[in-house]
């Protein structure tokens, strides 16, 4: 089987003739060293700091817009290196509390259909994040990684080296070194994708893709909105 996800959504009300979002509480608890972050970044998200205790370990609670949280359960371990310990629970209906930062980076997407390589992901990977080991089946429009930028950069990962009579083992494939790379787990993919992205997902597989696969249309798009 295979199925389609869109990204995740708010069920919204409307509340004496106001549309109402829902709110959640959130209960974080990290070392001193990162309180700076977490709250830099959850006031972006519109939460509001309600309590704040402790030393060297802190522990505070937010009231927090439920889509607010969509997308910062993987910033938050970041932000606190694994440290960090964060559980929401539902806490009331509130009027909407205006827009909300989507995903700040933009996504790297896979130029063409074919078979990643060795050679194809080492040139990529000073763009980004790759998400995509060698030996992956990829086609155009899909996702394959984070991009160290605020856009989108379609990139060929499927790039092979050109053979020549001249040996150099330095530039085999074999010593090529991959870093930084980063396999996403379910719940990783919906935090990630945006509104004009899905999430495929199949028994063996998730893939991540653009909605529009053709880079032609999705740029005529994107100049029209301009």
Excluded: W
């Amino acid at each position: 089987y295979e199925f389609q996800v869109s990204r995740p959504k708010v069920i919204t009300k409307i509340i004496d003739s106001e549309l109402c979002e829902p709110m959640e509480r959130l209960h974080i608890d990290v070392p001193q060293a990162h309180v700076g972050a977490v709250i830099e970044k959850l006031g972006r998200r519109r939460g509001t700091l309600e309590s704040m205790h402790g030393n060297e370990r802190v522990r505070m609670e937010f009231i927090i817009p439920a889509r607010g949280l969509l997308g910062y359960r993987s910033e938050f371990l970041t932000d606190t290196r694994g440290e960090g310990i964060l559980a929401a629970v539902y806490e009331r209906y509130e009027p909407m509390h205006g827009d909300i930062p989507q995903r700040g980076a933009g996504a790297l997407i896979c130029y063409e259909t074919g078979e990643t390589t060795q050679y194809g992901l080492f040139g990529a990977q000073d763009r980004g994040t790759l998400f995509i080991p060698p030996q992956t089946p990829v086609y155009a429009g899909m996702i394959c990684g984070r991009s160290n930028r605020g856009e989108d950069i379609v990139i060929n990962i499927c790039r092979k080296k050109h053979i020549t009579n001249v040996r150099n083992a330095a530039a085999s494939e074999d010593s090529l070194r991959l870093v930084g790379m980063h396999i996403l787990s379910l719940e990783e993919c919906l935090e990630f994708i945006d509104d004009d992205e899905l999430l495929e997902v199949t028994p063996q597989s998730l893939r991540m893709r653009k909605r529009i696969l053709e880079h032609d249309k999705r740029m005529k798009i994107a100049s029209k909105n301009k």
